[in-house]
Antibody, heavy 120, light 111 residues
Framework: EVQLVESGGGLVQPGGSLKLSCAASGFTFSGSAMHWVRQASGKGLEWVGRIRSKANSYATAYAASVKGRFTISRDDSKNTAYVQMNSLKTEDTAVYYC???????????WGRGTLVTVSS | QSVLTQPPSVSAAPGQKVTISCSGSSSNIGNNYVSWYQQLPGTAPKLLIYENNKRPSGIPDRFSGSKSGTSATLGITGLQTGDEADYYCGTWDSSLSADVVFGGGTKLTVL
């Protein structure tokens, strides 16, 4: 089955760190870029960042709101993408989705998401 | 404040037609494909339309997309109560702030 499964969410204090994982199955993970998108409760979708494939030098890019605090990585041997989140702020509280991009700039596969709550 | 502008809400009766607009700029919609996503309550977004007007396998032809200049439109005909959801447009952006931008979302109510 083609799917993405996120894990690693939870409650963390402001200033803390958390690492999310996204396990992929059913498709050639190593050939695909992977993106992270988040959604605060009752709010819209916000692009977080992405990592490209080995063929594209594992290039990363981030939204201005997380640049310098979040790091996206991947392990193609484990078909898994990660986002390391440091210096977390209350405004980072959201459901985090990993998603696979299609050639035309769309996202055709989404995980169910994992909830990150930043609170004291 | 989202980069792409959508109406917060639209509504129509079952069986009717509704359109949802998405307005952007030359750095995003004007030079890139637009996609649309449906998010049912408590679930992940689902791709509805890609490359402006194409439907993935399994999406009924009641859903359609179009683009003109720096704006795009999602159309839904034959509304069903099961279409009640949030709808988002998205596209690439060539500015330095983000690879991808989304609209703020439109809540569709089927009266």
């Amino acid at each position: 089955e083609v799917q993405l499964v996120e894990s690693g969410g939870g409650l963390v204090q402001p200033g803390g760190s958390l690492k999310l994982s996204c396990a992929a199955s059913g498709f050639t993970f190593s050939g695909s870029a992977m993106h992270w998108v988040r959604q605060a409760s009752g709010k819209g979708l916000e692009w977080v960042g992405r990592i490209r494939s080995k063929a594209n030098s594992y290039a990363t890019a981030y939204a201005a709101s997380v640049k310098g605090r979040f790091t996206i990585s991947r392990d193609d041997s484990k078909n898994t993408a990660y986002v390391q989140m440091n210096s977390l702020k209350t405004e980072d509280t959201a459901v985090y989705y990993c998603t696979r991009p299609g050639a035309g700039g769309y996202f055709d596969l989404w995980g169910r998401g994992t909830l990150v709550t930043v609170s004291s | 404040q989202s980069v792409l502008t959508q109406p917060p809400s639209v509504s129509a009766a079952p069986g009717q037609k509704v359109t949802i607009s998405c307005s952007g700029s030359s750095s995003n919609i004007g030079n890139n494909y637009v996609s649309w996503y449906q998010q049912l309550p408590g679930t992940a977004p689902k791709l509805l339309i890609y490359e402006n007007n194409k439907r993935p396998s399994g999406i009924p032809d009641r859903f359609s997309g179009s683009k003109s200049g720096t704006s795009a439109t999602l159309g839904i005909t034959g509304l069903q109560t099961g279409d009640e959801a949030d709808y988002y447009c998205g596209t690439w952006d060539s500015s330095l702030s983000a690879d991808v931008v989304f609209g703020g979302g439109t809540k569709l109510t089927v009266l």
